[in-house]
């Protein structure tokens, strides 16, 4: 599957979790996960690939509890699994 469908879906999946995702030009200074005022947030790095977009996303589903309470496409599953494990 193309990275930047995986990168929707991985997405829709934050959003599905509570994250509000804001794509920001951030100059590869930044970017990921963090709560503000009690709401999830992820900034995604419009200065990075996709895959490296793709990465912050899954970097930050993979460490929320929740992520078992919703279904993932299959090609997310194994993802997150990696993410899981690398943290």
Known sequence: MHTLDLLE???TAAEQLGYQVRREWLDGS??????????KWIFLDLSLDSHEQLMQVLDAIAQDEALTTIPLPASLQSLTHRSR???
Not at 30 to 38: L, N, Y
């Open 85 to 87: 494990r690398a943290a």
């Open 9 to 11: 879906q991985a997405v």
């Open 30 to 39: 930044g970017g990921g996960s963090c709560e503000v005022a009690g709401k």
